[in-house]
């Protein structure tokens, strides 16, 4: 899978994480390769500790994710879920990669942040790879009830 990692590839990460109303740590997620460092050191955590951890709990685990502290209230597996879909955005507007679900499942495999508990995240959550949806900002609230179910 071919995906080009250019300049404007943060732009179009963050603006997608806004347009969900999900905030982004400056200094997280500033280019590609540490987005997806991010995303692994997100999910090796979430494989720790489990799915329905919160970003708080992974926070208080490993130092790594300190700068993470905005989202603390979100379940991890939400937050990485949006992240993840997020970058397949960001690919897809950028190099020409896919977003549809079965786009963002080929694409975090092929990058090494795939996780089973993505897909029924996305599902639920549709508007994490779909732009078009106007209910895009209703997770601006950052509470525990999005989790997968």
């Known amino acids: ?28 997620f500033t280019t590609l390769a540490v987005t997806l460092t991010d995303a692994q050191v997100i999910l090796a955590t979430i494989d720790k500790f489990g799915p329905k951890t919160t970003m708080a709990e992974l926070i208080k685990a490993t130092v790594k994710l300190e700068r993470f502290q905005v989202v603390s209230g979100l379940y991890a597996s939400f937050y990485a879920g949006a992240a993840i879909g997020s970058i397949c955005i960001a690919l897809y507007k950028t190099g020409n990669c896919g977003a549809s679900l079965l786009d963002a499942i080929k694409l975090s495999q092929h990058h ?11 599902v639920q959550f549709p508007s994490i790879l779909d732009t078009s949806q106007s209910t895009r900002s209703i997770y601006i609230r950052p509470t525990k009830q999005y989790q997968y179910n």
């Open 112 to 122: 090494n942040i795939y996780r089973a508990f993505l897909i029924p995240v996305w």
């Open 1 to 28: 899978m071919q995906c080009t990692d250019n300049k404007h590839f943060t732009y179009y990460f963050v603006e997608n994480m806004k347009s969900l109303g999900l905030p982004t740590p400056t200094s997280a």
